[in-house]
Structures are given as structure tokens and as C-alpha cells.
């Protein structure tokens, strides 16, 4: 049996080591780039505190010494389901007897004319991108010598009040804060202006109220300016509208929403299959693409016909587990039980030593949240080297309040 | 006083952490990127075995707590010798008492029609490029059907057996030979060709004829075919021509020389100074531009009019820190005696446990020169937080023959 995963995040990733275990089976796994990405942290790229390279780990070296196990590095054109073929865009096709789709999401900007002025967060590219940004716009800042302009370059709206829009706040007054506190003579880095919209009537809004007002304190304490229920209504170059409010940034940031990738529009067209809000798959109890038994999708391209799921690493390695032994016990002829996820909580973090807990019925915030926070992701980050690495550069910076990544290229 | 010093390598910074005991002098340090560069590292950002930010520091960072420091991210458009003004290519200038040149050097492709056909190594993006480049050729070759071209993806050829070309053939070969080796099920990366291409009639010709011979012996049991006297007649793209002997290589790779930055132009065109081999500025024993006192030049942008200096760390970090001496005694009043280079000897390394060195009348080879290398490269490598990171990938590399940045982007 030849099974293709197209996509090595977290989903793809183990629904591959999960099957490859199986030597019997014959694993393809198929992405545009050559590395696992360990998304969560794309923000301390994007700020500076670790390089690209601590937080990726080449797909080839997951799978080195298994010879059941391909890795192809290509992007994936469509699907053929009747012929059971995977078309690439190099013109090659695939044969498979099941394919599993973890192909993830990017950003969703809904006004393109809004497009071209922001920042995302999904990729290596966008974090290296955005940190050349916030580096340059201090160092524009410093020989600025119109006092607007300097304000401007000083300025960064991120917007958003999820995760990734808290993180990156967070981590942007400190760098301003701290970091940089000494390293300039015309300008004071900790005069920046961090300012959170959301659109919402608070952030992290997946977690309690409670824990919500305690991000919004602890982000507050490190000089952000958090904007609630605050819309956008423009976004122009170095401009952002709110209604008649104007915020002249240098630095907009968009961590406003996701959508799939486009291999959902094209299993649409090419499959006729449903799409779902944020044009997910839809996928019935054995995530297997409605109408179509052979093909599973799973993680942020994948909506669970059931229950919602948030679009977060755990439920894409619990469905990638899933979907390997799934597949497994199909190849032996035995039976499989439906898809459920398990809910073991979830963190969010706010600067250098504060984070929010929300596990089971415990809620908790602070100092003791952030170790538990740190702990649990250094130890997921897959890869004994980068554990050790990002390790010790965070007891660095926590003890030195410098970061090792501060370089414009 | 007021002291501009122009680039923040090897002899800038030096120059300038001396100038800046001085609390009396006034130090602007100018440079287009916001980092240090520790350049004998490229190679092995090149290949995949370090990160950017692993071998830069913010030169921000050196000054932080010296408030008569100034650090100006800019480029020099030229200098008014009559005014004493540095002019900047935003159109601002800068006066000074004393200027010091440290813009180093570049690449120097004296063809321009290969320049387009080959990758240098003088910065991190050229790094980044080749290392891109590298890896894409062993993902392109593992999907190729043609042998022919198969062939050519995974052929490496080096122009130039100077210290870079070794330290680049030794790495990719044994990224292929080691790190790659059970990556791939289509390709075997061992059957990979690295090709070093040297005009003379050793590689390595600053060192003992004897020591040569080494490096040589130790390339090719990595499996490095080391071309002698061979001298490169055409470049196009894909291929390299030498006379009758074609090399169909994907990647071809320039360590052929450098000339001085464009600077030492201009200053030829504004100021009338003398340009000697490699565009570099003449230089009188107190390391003045010949017929502008308040002009220092030093390290490889400088041409030393006593004796002719190898363009290498330690010339231009005693040039530094001499520069920065002289004119601080020049501020005193005191007298001052012309600079002499003191050799403390040279090495170069081949691969993960074999070096050369000679060190006074001291000429040696094999894994002591290279514990040796290791040490001393270690030790030079500037900033604390570097110093343990490369330390400790280097014995993670060492102890698994894996690679901490092989990802392409």
C-alpha cells in the first residue's frame, strides 16, 4: 500500500512517523519546502530571539534511516480520484492508494488593496521579513530628524488579539524595552508605540474572561496600548484606520484570521468536495474527506464535521496520529473507531515571564504559567539539538535581556 | 575631536573600541549593515552548518554602554578631503577631524559575464544563496530522471584553493559524504563530485610547500578532485570551461580574489589618492592614505607601502587597534611610532578534524592543528553568546555528522 502525505507540519508530520512504522506501507510525503516548521515559534524569529534554523528541522532527517519513507520537496497541483494520482506542478503525477492532506493555512487578508502594506506571520519568510522591518525601523528612526515621521518609524500596530497578535506585542515592547534601551543616542526605543487592535471585546478570546483581562494587564504593564472592539476600516501605507481613529505606523502587523491553503480551492474544483468557513475540507468522524474515502484531510485545512476545532498544533497531531493508525489497521483489515479530541488545555504567552493556563478546569496565570509554558514547548519542539539550542539562547536573553538574532539581511 | 570610522569588520571595530576608551573623543561608526561580520565562518553558513546570526553581532551591541560612541547604519557616498566632510548617500554629511577607511573588500569576478553564472562568499547573503543553492541541488538531482543532468546537480566546482575554496570543497564534501548520506533514496549524495579549481601550482600557496601538500592529501581522501594549474578559460551557465576540459557543475562557486570596495574608487575620483593592486588605497607607515594625513586606511580596503600584508583578520584587527592608538596620542600630543605587522603564524582547515598550521618556525598538520583551529577561531569569534553556540553546534555536528541549518529559503 502507497500512502502520499502532502505536508509536513504538525499534522503531516505524524501521520507519517505514525505509518511508517508499518514497513509494509510505502510513505510519500510531500512538501514545497524541506523542513518541519515549529510555527509557535515564528514569532521569536519574527523579534529576533532565534534564528530560522532553531526552529526547523529538514524533513529528511526525520526519516533517514527508513527506507519505506520518500520525501519528495515539490508542490502538489491537484488531485486525480479516480485514477488515484497526485498531480505535482512539475507535470509528474503520483499513484496512492490513500492520501492524507495536511497542507495547513496562510494568512487571510480579506482586502487585498490591504494586502501589500502588512506583514503575516505564517512562514520563515514572513518572520525574516518582518524582523528586517522592526530592526530598520529603529535604525530609520535614529537618523530621522522630522519628529512625525521619527514617531512613525517607532510605531507598530499589530492587528489581532489571538496568540499570535499577543506574542508578537509582547515581544516587541520588549525588545524596545530592554533590548534596545541603550543602543541608540536620538531616539529612546522605549518611547515605541505598541499599539493591539481587536476587533473583539477582548483578547485571547478561546481562553476564560478571566485569563483574558490578566493578558491584557500583563501586556499593559509591558507598554502596549491594547485597543478593544476597535475595527478596521483602512489600511493604506503606513496607515491604519479605525473609523475616524489614525495610527501612523511604519510597522502593521495582520494576525487577524487563516484561511487553507489553496489545495482545498483546487480539491473543490478538481474533487467537487464541500468547503467549509476558511475554505476548510470538511471531513466526516474518520477525517475522511466527504465523498471521498481515500482521501483524508487533516489539521488547519480541515474542518471536523462534529465539533469545531481550534486551529492549533495539538489537534493536528492528535488527527495526524489518528489518521496513521487509522490507515494501519485499514491496511490489516481491522476496525477503526471514529476521531475524537482530547482537550489537555492551552497556554498563551505575554513577554518574558508571563503567560496565561487554561488545563482542564485550572486556570491560572503569571510567572508559574510562563515555566510551564516554556517547558512544555521546548520539549515539543521536535529535534534534540534545537531543544538544547533555543534552551539555552532564552536563559541567555532572560538572564541578559539581549537577543542572538538581531541582524538586518 | 571627532573620529568617523567607515565599516565595522575586523579593523573597524577594533579601531573604534580603542578610540573609544577616549571619553573625550567624539566616535561615529558608519557601516550599510547593522552587524559585524565574523567572515572566516561563511563557509560554514554556506554550508548548513551554522546560522547568520551565529557569526554577526549588532554593532550596536559593542558600544551600548558608551554614550560617546555613535552608530550610523549608512552608506559612504564619498568624502570632501577640503572640508572634512563625510558624505553619506542619503545626502547627509558628516564632519570630521579624522576618518578612518576600514570598507574592506569584495568579490572579484574580472569577467563579467560569469559574474551572473557563479556564487561568491564575501556576505551573508551570498552565504544564504549558495547554501539555497547547495541543498536545492540535491532535492533537484533526487527527482531528476536524466542521468546527464543528475550528474551535473550534484557537481561542485571551486575556483580558487586559497583558504576558502579548501574550507568550502572540505564542508561539501562532507555534507555529502556524512550529513546527506542516507537522505536520499534515488541519489547516492557520496557519489557527489567537488571539483577545486587552482591556477598555481598548489593549493593554499601562502603556507609551506609542505603543508600544501597536506591540505592537498587531506582534500582528496574526503573525496575533493584538487585541479592544479588549471586556469579557467569560460563560465556559462552550468558549465566551466578550462581550455578543452568542460565541468557541468549546477553550482560553481568563486574563491578566486577580491578587490577593494567601491569606496576606494570614489576617494580616487574626490580626493586624487593613489590606487595600487586590487583597487586598494597606498598607505604610509602610520597607515595614512599617502597625501591625506587625516585619512587612515586599513585592513584590505589598505595597501602597505612598507612590506605587502596577506588580507586577513589579524592584519586588520593590529591595523585597529594601532589606528585607534595613534590618534589618540595624536589627541595628546604625543609622539608616535610607524606600525609593523607582527606574524603569530597562519592556518587553514580541511574538513571536521584536519588543519594546517605554521606558526613561526613551526609547520604542522592533522587533528592537533585542527583541536588547534578550533580553539583559537572559537576564541576569536567575537561576543559571549556566539562563543557558546558555535561551540556547542560544532560538537554536535562533530559527535553526529548532522547540521543545524540545513533549511531552504
Same mark, same amino acid.
Given at each position: 500500500?502507497?500512502?502520499?502525505?502532502?505536508?509536513?507540519?504538525?499534522?503531516?508530520?505524524n501521520?507519517?512517523?505514525?505509518?511508517?512504522?508499518?514497513?509494509?506501507?510505502?510513505v510519500?510525503? %510531500?512538501?514545497?519546502? @524541506?523542513?518541519h516548521l515549529?510555527?509557535?515559534?515564528?514569532?521569536?524569529?519574527?523579534?529576533a530571539? +532565534?534564528?530560522?534554523?532553531?526552529?526547523?528541522?529538514?524533513?529528511?532527517?526525520?526519516f533517514?534511516? /527508513?527506507?519505506?519513507v520518500?520525501?519528495?520537496?515539490?508542490?502538489?497541483a491537484?488531485?486525480? /480520484?479516480k485514477?488515484?494520482?497526485?498531480?505535482?506542478?512539475?507535470?509528474?503525477?503520483?499513484?496512492y492508494d490513500?492520501? %492524507?492532506?495536511?497542507?495547513?493555512?496562510?494568512? =487571510?487578508?480579506?482586502?487585498q488593496?490591504?494586502?501589500? =502594506?502588512?506583514?503575516?506571520?505564517?512562514?520563515?519568510q514572513?518572520?525574516?521579513?518582518?524582523?528586517? @522591518?522592526?530592526l530598520?525601523?529603529?535604525?530609520?528612526a535614529?537618523?530621522? /530628524?522630522?519628529?512625525?515621521?521619527?514617531?512613525?518609524?517607532?510605531?507598530?500596530?499589530?492587528?489581532?488579539?489571538?496568540?499570535?497578535?499577543v506574542?508578537?506585542?509582547?515581544?516587541?515592547?520588549?525588545?524596545?524595552?530592554f533590548?534596545?534601551?541603550?543602543?541608540?543616542?536620538?531616539?529612546?526605543?522605549?518611547?515605541?508605540?505598541?499599539?493591539?487592535?481587536?476587533?473583539?471585546?477582548? !483578547?485571547?478570546?478561546?481562553?476564560?474572561?478571566?485569563?483574558?483581562?490578566k493578558?491584557?494587564?500583563?501586556?499593559?504593564? *509591558?507598554?502596549?496600548?491594547?485597543? *478593544?472592539?476597535?475595527?478596521?476600516?483602512?489600511?493604506?501605507?503606513g496607515?491604519?484606520? $479605525?473609523?475616524?481613529?489614525?495610527?501612523?505606523?511604519?510597522?502593521?502587523?495582520?494576525?487577524?484570521g487563516? !484561511?487553507?491553503t489553496?489545495?482545498?480551492?483546487?480539491?473543490?474544483?478538481? %474533487?467537487? !468536495?464541500?468547503?467549509?468557513?476558511?475554505?476548510? +475540507?470538511?471531513v466526516?468522524?474518520?477525517?475522511?474527506?466527504?465523498?471521498?474515502?481515500?482521501?483524508?484531510?487533516?489539521?488547519?485545512?480541515?474542518?471536523?464535521?462534529?465539533?469545531? *476545532?481550534?486551529?492549533?498544533?495539538? %489537534?493536528?497531531?492528535?488527527?495526524?496520529?489518528?489518521?496513521?493508525?487509522a490507515?494501519?489497521?485499514?491496511?490489516?483489515?481491522?476496525?477503526?473507531?471514529?476521531?475524537?479530541? !482530547?482537550?489537555?488545555? =492551552?497556554?498563551?504567552?505575554?513577554?518574558?515571564?508571563?503567560?496565561?493556563?487554561?488545563?482542564g478546569? $485550572?486556570?491560572?496565570?503569571?510567572?508559574?504559567a510562563?515555566?510551564?509554558?516554556?517547558?512544555? =514547548?521546548?520539549?515539543?519542539?521536535?529535534?534534540?539539538?534545537?531543544?538544547?539550542?533555543?534552551?539555552?539562547?532564552?536563559?541567555?536573553?532572560?538572564l541578559?535581556?539581549?537577543?542572538?538574532?538581531?541582524i538586518?539581511?
Open positions: 500500500m502507497k500512502v502520499i502525505v502532502v505536508g509536513a507540519g504538525f499534522g503531516g508530520i501521520a507519517a512517523k505514525t505509518l511508517a512504522k508499518n514497513k509494509s506501507i510505502d510519500v510525503v %510531500v512538501d514545497k519546502r @524541506n523542513y515549529f510555527q509557535p515559534f515564528l514569532y521569536q524569529v519574527a523579534t530571539g +532565534l534564528s530560522p534554523a532553531d526552529i526547523s528541522v529538514p524533513i529528511r532527517a526525520f533517514r534511516g /527508513q527506507k519505506n520518500e520525501v519528495i520537496m515539490g508542490e502538489v491537484g488531485i486525480d /480520484q485514477s488515484r494520482l497526485l498531480k505535482l506542478s512539475n507535470n509528474k503525477n503520483l499513484k490513500k492520501v %492524507v492532506i495536511a497542507a495547513g493555512a496562510k494568512n =487571510h487578508i480579506f482586502n488593496d490591504w494586502a501589500k =502594506h502588512v506583514y503575516g506571520l505564517k512562514s520563515i514572513d518572520a525574516l521579513s518582518l524582523r528586517k @522591518n522592526i530598520m525601523s529603529f535604525e530609520l535614529e537618523v530621522e /530628524q522630522d519628529p512625525v515621521k521619527r514617531k512613525a518609524y517607532t510605531t507598530f500596530a499589530i492587528i489581532g488579539g489571538g496568540p499570535t497578535g506574542e508578537l506585542a509582547g515581544a516587541i515592547a520588549e525588545l524596545a524595552r533590548t534596545l534601551s541603550e543602543d541608540f543616542r536620538n531616539i529612546d526605543p522605549s518611547d515605541t508605540r505598541v499599539i493591539l487592535i481587536e476587533a473583539g471585546s477582548r !483578547v485571547l478570546s478561546t481562553f476564560d474572561q478571566g485569563l483574558s483581562k493578558a491584557k494587564r500583563a501586556l499593559e504593564k *509591558l507598554g502596549v496600548s491594547v485597543w *478593544l472592539e476597535s475595527k478596521v476600516s483602512n489600511i493604506c501605507k496607515k491604519v484606520e $479605525l473609523g475616524s481613529d489614525v495610527i501612523n505606523a511604519n510597522t502593521i502587523i495582520w494576525a487577524a487563516v !484561511v487553507s489553496d489545495l482545498a480551492k483546487d480539491l473543490e474544483a478538481d %474533487v467537487g !468536495v464541500n468547503l467549509k468557513r476558511g475554505n476548510r +475540507l470538511l466526516n468522524e474518520f477525517l475522511q474527506v466527504k465523498g471521498c474515502e481515500d482521501i483524508y484531510a487533516i489539521g488547519d485545512i480541515s474542518y471536523f464535521e462534529k465539533e469545531e *476545532l481550534p486551529g492549533i498544533a495539538p %489537534v493536528a497531531i492528535q488527527q495526524g496520529k489518528y489518521v496513521g493508525k490507515i494501519k489497521r485499514l491496511f490489516k483489515e481491522k476496525e477503526i473507531r471514529p476521531f475524537s479530541y !482530547v482537550d489537555k488545555g =492551552h497556554m498563551a504567552t505575554i513577554g518574558r515571564s508571563k503567560a496565561i493556563a487554561q488545563i478546569k $485550572l486556570r491560572f496565570g503569571g510567572t508559574i510562563w515555566y510551564l509554558w516554556v517547558f512544555i =514547548h521546548i520539549y515539543f519542539l521536535i529535534g534534540f539539538r534545537n531543544r538544547v539550542s533555543v534552551f539555552l539562547q532564552w536563559l541567555w536573553s532572560y541578559t535581556y539581549k537577543r542572538g538574532a538581531r538586518i539581511n
